[in-house]
C-alpha cells in the first residue's frame, strides 16, 4: 500500500507470530497491549483472521475483531488497553477486551489505524508484541 497523507488514508501492522517467535496458536493464550495515545484521527482497529482460510475467526462468540469506537472496552490506569486471544475468557478480563480462539487453528492479527498521525511515521509510537501467557 501507499503511504497516504498524514491523517488519512490507513496503515496496518500484521502479526503471526508472538514475542517469543512462535506462531499464534488458537490453544494458547496471548495478551496484545495497546500503548495509550494511539496515532489516528478516525479509530483504530484489531482483527483476528483464521491462517488456514483468510478469512475472519469463526468463533462461538461471533466477535472476531474489537476497534476503539466500541464501548465498554477496559483500560488501565495509563490509558492503555490489554486485549487477550484465547479459547477460553482468562479470569478477570472485560468480555469486550476478549476475542475467542479455537483450540489448534491458526491464526493471524491485522492492528489497523485509520487517519495515522505523525508519531505512526516517526516511531515514537510503538505497538508491542504479543506477548504468550
Do not use: C
Not at 76 to 104: C, M, R
Request: charged residues 20%; glycine residues 6%; proline residues 6%.
Amino acid at each position: 500500500m501507499t503511504q497516504a497523507p498524514k491523517g488519512a488514508g490507513s496503515q496496518y501492522i500484521t502479526a503471526t507470530k508472538d514475542s517469543e517467535g512462535q506462531w499464534l496458536n488458537g490453544s494458547n493464550t496471548y495478551m496484545m497491549e495497546i500503548p495509550p495515545n494511539v496515532p489516528e484521527t478516525n479509530f483504530w482497529s484489531v482483527i483476528l483472521y483464521d491462517a488456514k482460510y483468510h478469512s475472519m475467526v469463526l468463533n462461538e462468540q461471533y466477535k472476531w475483531g474489537v476497534n476503539s469506537n466500541i464501548e465498554g472496552i477496559q483500560q488501565e490506569k495509563d490509558g492503555s488497553i490489554k486485549l487477550y486471544f484465547s479459547p477460553e475468557k482468562p479470569n478477570g478480563v472485560a468480555d469486550k477486551n476478549w476475542i475467542q480462539t479455537n483450540h489448534k487453528q491458526a491464526y493471524f492479527v491485522w492492528f489497523r489505524v485509520y487517519g495515522p498521525k505523525e508519531s505512526w511515521y516517526d516511531n515514537s509510537w510503538v505497538l508491542p508484541n504479543i506477548e504468550k501467557k
